[in-house]
């Protein structure tokens, strides 16, 4: 049960499957801290995790050993069988569509769409921070949504905590200002998902029978770009965790980090911590 006057974390998730760790992680310490959590995911589907997140006995390629002790792997499998996870915000149905261009009427649609996005504006003011969950999931459905985009935004304008694990840091890098196009984390310090950590074969997504290769893009490229020359990625390869905060951004590199992650999410919010890890 939620403490009175308790904070309120709006955690998004992807339908594609989320790293079980990654989000029980971060619940642990919302929890003990009697925090209400709101899930969301992109469409209304309840999210699952990801079933190698769920098996102790799975060997990671490029770690070369099991990410998920027998405790987490029952922990998670508790947390997707019960309805904890039922009956989600529905992102699509929440946040409006920017119109096209081509669109016929377009300033009026464009009018309409800034006034929808004042009122989401005004239902986030409950909420004390974000979270975007990692696995491979994000990389189909957070990593470039527009939607999820305009809640980081919107967090962002509002000065509140912004945290993502994994590749859902994905979408901090392309959430962008729609008049300058620069990311939101240009001079910032993150990390994220590295190099040395990417599969060269085998990643899956939930929900469909399709398994590819490496990941589509490189994410550590991807955030050494968007940090820009003001900012930093700071992988640390070879140390067993990675966790940064340079406020409002409280990023995760990966597996082993979800539980400092939500440690770190509570420490900003209840200590004002604003610098961690750099």
Known sequence: MA???????????????????????PLHHFDQRGYQVDFATPTGKRAHALPPS???EYIDPPLGRSVTSEEVARLTRRLDDSDRLDDPIDISAWLPERPYTSDD????????????LSVVEQELEAYDALLLVGGSGPIVDLGNNERVHELILAFLRADKPIAAE????TALAFARDWE???????????????KEYDYKAGTGFLGTDFVMGPPPYPLEYILR???????????????ETS????YPFI?????????????????????GLRRYGW
């Open 3 to 25: 403490r009175r006057n308790a904070k309120k974390i709006l955690v998004i998730l992807s339908e594609y499957g989320y790293w079980g760790e990654e989000l029980v992680g």
């Open 54 to 56: 769920m098996d102790p």
């Open 105 to 116: 009427d377009y300033l009026r649609k464009l009018e309409a769409y800034h006034r929808a």
């Open 166 to 169: 994994c590749y859902g840091v």
């Open 180 to 194: 300058d196009r620069a990311s939101i984390i240009s001079g910032k310090h993150i990390t994220g998902h590295c």
């Open 225 to 239: 770009d968007a940090t820009g020359p003001d900012g930093r990625y700071i992988g640390n390869f070879g140390k």
């Open 243 to 246: 966790v940064i905060v340079d």
């Open 251 to 271: 990023t995760g590199r990966s597996t082993p980090d979800s539980y400092l992650t939500g440690e770190k999410i509570v420490e900003v919010l209840e200590d």
